[in-house]
């Protein structure tokens, strides 16, 4: 009897899950040690507490290909797209404006411009990865 191999991520959704995961433990590592501080139980952390696990759930799910995990994966990425929009349209205009010319641009400023726009880029081309690896794997397993 043979062994059937289990499907492998590809490396898109491999980094996908990677970057839901890190999220995930981040916030878990905060929020558990404010938690363990308390003497009671704060409710107010037990919520990103709860999060941070779904965040988990949520990379588990993409690293074994499941199709809940990618429709998760999906909306958190818009919805997390969704203020970047009006942050990096913010970023451009003001660049764009008389303003920049005025004050002139320092260190501070242009490090910012460049990580907001950047996490812009990187939210858009995840959520376009998604889209593009879940009509792949509707299509699997719709045949």
Do not use: H
Not at 92 to 109: E, I, K
């Amino acid at each position: 009897m043979e062994m059937e191999n289990a499907p492998t991520a590809p490396v898109g959704i491999v980094l996908i899950a990677t970057f839901w995961i890190f999220v995930g433990t981040w916030l878990l590592s905060i929020t558990s040690g404010s938690i363990s501080n308390s003497s009671y139980y704060n409710l107010l952390a037990l919520i990103p507490f709860f999060i941070g696990i779904g965040l988990l759930l949520v990379g588990w799910g993409l690293l074994t290909l499941q199709k809940w995990a990618f429709y998760i994966a999906l909306i958190l990425s818009l919805l997390v797209l969704l203020p970047l929009v009006f942050i990096a349209i913010g970023e451009v205009s003001w660049l764009l404006s008389m303003d920049s010319y005025r004050y002139g641009l320092d260190f501070y400023t242009s490090i910012r411009t460049i990580f907001e726009i950047s996490f812009f880029i990187l939210f858009v081309l995840m959520g376009w990865y998604l889209l593009k690896k879940l009509a792949s794997l509707n299509k699997k397993m719709n045949t």
